[in-house]
């Protein structure tokens, strides 16, 4: 390890907050320039705010915490720069690796999580995740994965790797597009293929396209055909009246005929 990292120790809560991006250690950073830039101030600037027993106190108290708080950076170092290394716990990223050879997902799922909980920015652990999200037909969150690995500052030097994972990515997610309208399409044939589908699909050419049977059709013959009706005709008022007239002159017919017969 280069001792030049150590030089952040000298910060209070930057090592964490540099290497590790842990928000936690942002108070102690700040409270360490507060103090440092008060004892300063009232010790340089404004000597008359507090007596010189006072500051001279303090700052005897601020250099203890403040070399309490390197020697425990120091120690943390190593543990925040490869975790995996430093830490008691043994590294599984191997058998992650053959589990994902071999085929077995959730394997090398539960061995890459045991990884991430010892350093969760391991990019050789991520990418790998990434590509078991892939086998496994979660496209999503394996294109979430490779968004949050960008971003890591200690995947800079696996943009290589990122990238074809990013290129199988793409081509699978083509390959299930592609594979359901396959599967649509093949749905919708055998309905297609029927008389009742070629009707449905273009109702202009069901005729050209579907097959008749001319034994089946029977010649139509006179007594099949529906008696035509005749509607009775409107009559106009003058046809109406001469029918009354002609009702009168057949009923005077009869009176006489009855007259002579008598």
Request: charged share 25%.
């Amino acid at each position: 390890m280069d001792r030049k990292l150590y030089l952040s120790c000298l910060w209070p809560g930057l090592p964490e907050l540099w290497w590790r991006g842990r928000i936690s250690a942002l108070p102690t950073a700040l409270a360490f320039a507060a103090a440092a830039n008060f004892l300063l101030v009232a010790r340089f600037v404004y000597p008359e705010w507090l007596a010189g027993g006072l500051i001279r106190m303090a700052g005897w108290v601020g250099v203890a915490i403040w070399l309490f708080c390197v020697v425990r950076s120091v120690r943390e170092m190593p543990l925040l720069l490869n975790p995996r290394r430093a830490s008691g716990q043994p590294d599984r990223f191997a058998e992650a690796h053959q589990a994902y050879l071999r085929g077995q997902w959730a394997e090398a799922e539960s061995l890459l999580s045991d990884c991430l909980a010892i350093e969760n920015r391991d990019p050789p652990s991520l990418i790998l995740l990434c590509g078991v999200y892939r086998h496994t037909s979660r496209l999503d969150a394996a294109d979430r994965l490779l968004e949050e690995i960008r971003l890591t500052e200690s995947a800079d030097g696996w943009w290589l790797e990122v990238a074809a994972e990013q290129n199988r990515l793409e081509r699978d997610r083509k390959f299930s597009v592609s594979a359901g309208r396959s599967q649509s399409e093949s749905r919708l044939e055998p309905a297609v293929s029927s008389p009742l589908g070629l009707m449905a699909a273009d109702p202009l050419r069901a005729d050209s396209t579907t097959p008749t049977d001319f034994k089946a059709i029977k010649p139509a013959r006179l007594d099949d055909q529906p008696a035509e009706v005749s509607e009775p005709s409107e009559l106009s008022p003058v046809d109406v009246v001469g029918e009354i007239a002609a009702e009168i002159d057949r009923q005077s017919d009869r009176s006489r005929l009855a007259g002579r017969a008598a």
